[in-house]
């Protein structure tokens, strides 16, 4: 094992949507050990003067980019590196950030516990400003992680040695940016905005941390530089509240990612003591008569299945840029969105997703969790609730999907609570119970076929028109009701004519008999008045999985535009 990258990988800030000046990126050459009986911490490891190995933050230990590559199962994995706070850091506190760690971390500075995580794919920060020494501190970090115990989400990482099916390359520990972040002793450590376009402004709460004060919280936005609104309230009590009217309006659209400019600050006597900048989007989503709507208009919503598995990083895209290529491509293809399927994506995605005017889904890593008891719950909802958090202010998020694909043994009561927290969280947005299979309660009746004869597949369909339920004979005999509007997974398609590999169905013996049946699948949602959204499996090849429109390595297996004017065309809800 041996580091190899002299520049910082993934150098760019890692949570664009509340942004500070005063910060330093950790990602890069680490000490690393593979702790196979998690003796560690009796060993005393968070002590030790070294470690055994090397890795490159923030690439998980199994990706060829860490300079590791072990593809074996790790029990825990543990981290060190030493860093020097930058001088002119000289008051207020010094905050660490983890994007990222896949499962059950702790965090030690200079030797002393500062505090532990449960949860593969959402952030957690401590405040180390107490345990910091003049000149080099050193940062470890354990995380264990044991995907086939049942008790923690896994997504599609394989709990056999091998890849297989549907099931990839596992991801273990850091996978997203770790860094520092100076702030002041009374900061904003968090803001929710609810966009309002019916009238004219975004409510805004802040929450404050650090010292206590009594001071104001002041919110300002911006259009191509103009300023469009400015407002100011009290803090009380650690928290703010405030409407903010616009001056302009220009919505946020599929397409058309009309953003406003703001800075958010805490103020006493006058003073700025913090200010961070953000942006938002103008946008409201509703559903009525099993129409889903964008600023009051029914939208389709052509969607692709976005795994978010990349061959050298797994789990981690190589560069800022490749997380905005795969939305390119996409949208390239005549699609307006993604379902991010069996993983929190990371914020950098979402802001992209957010700029370039993408639709998504956002749905936790529910696969591996045993959900048949309250255990679940226990082991689920925290973190999914973290993630509702962390993402609930970027406007190309559309709807919540917590789970995919649970079976007739599931316990209901996990479902139906973390539907109902769900929406007491976030009212603002649909949510889909699970996605595909055995719904519980659900604001959107969805299923998914991967029927490959396309007149099954149309005729399958034919009862919604008469106001009729159907029978899932391709899922058991499942019964869906006459409000059954999106087939979120379908198609499936698999192509590889060089290459052995796994898809759905019968393979086509051609390109053109691929495009046929493509073509006639896709219609027949595109054409059906009771649909509203469809998402196709998948946007690009994973490992053995050869089912994507664009091979693995992001090359396209069929001519883009062709794809494009399928998809492009108006569906039936929109005439």
């Not at 273990?172 to 770790?178: F, L």
């Not at 103009?226 to 100011?232: F, L, M, S, V």
């Not at 390109?511 to 027949?524: D, N, S």
Request: aromatic share 12%.
């Amino acid at each position: 094992m041996g580091c190899k990258c002299n520049d910082i990988p993934r150098p760019e800030y890692p949570r664009p949507i509340m942004v500070r000046d005063r910060w330093l990126n950790l990602n890069g050459c680490w000490e690393f050990e593979i702790d196979h009986g998690r003796s560690g911490k009796a060993r005393k490891r968070f002590e030790a003067d070294r470690l055994e190995g090397k890795i490159i933050v923030p690439f998980c230990p199994e990706s060829k980019l860490s300079g590791v590559e072990y593809k074996d199962f790790m029990a825990a994995v543990w981290y060190r590196r030493e860093f020097t706070i930058p001088g002119d850091w000289n008051s207020g506190r010094v905050l660490i950030h983890f994007g990222a760690v896949d499962y059950d971390t702790e965090v030690w500075i200079n030797g002393k516990s500062v505090g532990t995580h449960r949860g593969g794919y959402t952030p957690f920060t401590f405040d180390i400003t107490d345990y910091l020494e003049q000149g080099v501190n050193v940062v470890t970090v354990y995380a264990e992680d044991d995907l086939r115990s049942g008790l923690q989400p896994v997504g599609k990482q394989c709990h056999e040695y091998y890849s297989q099916v549907c099931h990839y390359t596992r991801t273990t520990g850091i996978w997203q940016t770790v860094w520092l972040e100076n702030v002041p002793d009374s900061y904003i450590s968090y803001f929710k905005m609810i966009p309002d376009p019916d009238n004219e402004c975004i409510h805004i709460e802040a929450n404050f941390a650090g010292l206590p004060v009594e001071g104001d919280f002041e919110a300002k936005a911006f259009y191509d530089g103009r300023e469009t609104g400015r407002a100011i309230t009290r803090v009380t009590g650690g928290v703010a509240r405030l409407s903010l009217k616009l001056s302009e309006i220009h919505l946020w659209e599929p397409g058309n990612p009309r953003l406003y400019d703001l800075e958010l600050a805490l103020l006493k006597d006058g003073q700025y003591i913090d200010r961070v900048s953000s942006y938002a989007g103008l946008r409201s989503i509703t559903v009525e008569d099993n129409k889903i709507l964008i600023n009051g208009k029914p939208v389709f919503q052509r969607l692709v299945l976005d795994q978010g598995f990349y061959p050298d990083g797994i789990y981690t895209a190589p560069t800022d840029e490749d997380l905005k290529r795969d939305i390119e491509i996409s949208m390239g293809l005549g699609f307006n969105g993604a379902r991010l399927h069996q993983k929190i994506f990371e914020p950098r995605f979402l802001y992209w997703a957010d700029k370039l005017g993408y639709l998504v889904w956002g749905e936790h890593a529910s696969w591996g969790l045993d959900i048949s008891g309250p255990i679940g719950l226990e082991r689920f909802l925290p973190e999914w609730l973290e993630a509702v958090k962390r993402d609930f202010n970027h406007p190309s998020v559309v709807g919540w999907c917590p789970f995919n694909e649970t079976s007739r043994e599931q316990d209901d009561e996990v479902l139906r609570i973390v539907y109902q927290v769900t929406k007491m969280l976030d009212n603002t947005r649909p949510v889909i119970d699970t996605s595909g299979y055995v719904h519980v309660v659900t604001d959107i009746e969805d299923i998914h076929d991967y029927e490959q004869d396309p007149e099954i597949f149309k005729q399958r369909y034919e009862p919604l028109k008469e106001g009729k339920g159907i029978v899932a004979d391709h899922l058991g005999g499942l019964i869906y009701s006459k409000n059954l509007c999106f087939v979120s997974e379908y198609g499936g398609i698999w192509w590889s004519p060089d290459r052995e590999g796994w898809g759905y169905g019968d393979r086509p013996k051609s390109e053109e008999e691929f495009i046929q049946r493509y073509k006639a699948l896709t219609e027949a949602l595109l054409k059906h008045p009771s649909m509203c959204a469809f998402c196709y499996t998948q946007l690009y090849d994973v490992e053995q999985e050869v089912n994507g429109l664009y091979t693995y390595d992001r090359k396209p297996k069929f001519d883009p535009e062709i794809i494009r004017n399928i998809n492009t065309q108006k569906a039936a809800i929109e005439e």
